[in-house]
């Protein structure tokens, strides 16, 4: 996913690859204060050795929210962005047995990372998805598309509607991953969205870069 940060365009205007999923190099640094995790989904390639969807890891101390602990009423259980027609379930991410970070199995699904913030929660929540698959465009697909001042509604599990606006988009390459910013622990309720984006390589190992999608919270819903 080369390209300045800002650009808009490197998720919806990248060919799609006619190939079973994981579909894309999907590269994302969890900057945990008690772990240090790197993905990398996509073709075997990406990981000399290593087959789809496996993972580098520098394995720490275990995170700090272990995934029994997230209080069930106040996770968030579907998205919609109206513009750019998503409408989705969310299913829930934590970290598999050999600490690599889960994704979404269904193309069509967005996740929430559990470990993190949930929306509306004070801090940086996380929702990550597909761009394309052997079957078409995913989820994410046209994430890049979007503005400034777009509508996100997460509805959660208690109904209510929390709604965030979209500050500012960006594309950045897998090496410059901004772990430190996307998985933040501040002092205000903000989202992250991520997918693939940029241009593809397959002999790189997929899609080179991350479209990054940041939003602050603006309302709720109850």
Request: a negative charge.
């Amino acid at each position: 996913m080369p390209g300045p940060a800002g650009s808009h365009t490197g998720a919806a205007r990248t060919p799609l690859r006619r190939w079973v999923l994981p579909t894309c190099l999907f590269v994302v640094t969890l900057a945990l204060a008690t772990a240090g995790i790197l993905i990398t989904q996509g073709d075997s390639t990406a990981t000399p050795g290593k087959g789809p969807g496996q993972a580098t890891v520098a394995p720490t101390s275990s995170p700090t929210q272990a995934a029994d602990e997230v209080d069930l009423s106040r996770s968030p259980v579907s998205i919609s962005i109206a513009a750019i027609d998503v409408a989705s379930d969310l299913v829930r991410l934590g970290l598999q047995s050999d600490r690599t970070v889960q994704v979404p199995e269904d193309a069509d699904k967005a996740g929430w990372y559990e470990l993190g913030a949930a929306p509306g929660q004070v801090g940086s929540a996380v929702i990550l998805g597909h761009v394309d698959s052997s079957d078409g465009p995913a989820v994410f697909h046209r994430l890049g598309e979007l503005a400034p001042g777009a509508r996100i509604r997460v509805r959660m599990g208690t109904g209510d509607d929390e709604v965030f606006a979209v500050s500012r988009v960006e594309t950045v390459r897998n090496a410059d991953f901004p772990a430190a910013e996307v998985y933040a622990s501040h002092g205000r309720p903000t989202l992250t969205l991520v997918t693939c984006g940029g241009e593809y390589d397959r002999a790189r190992g997929g899609y080179q870069s991350n479209v990054i999608v940041y939003s602050e919270r603006v309302e709720a819903h109850r």
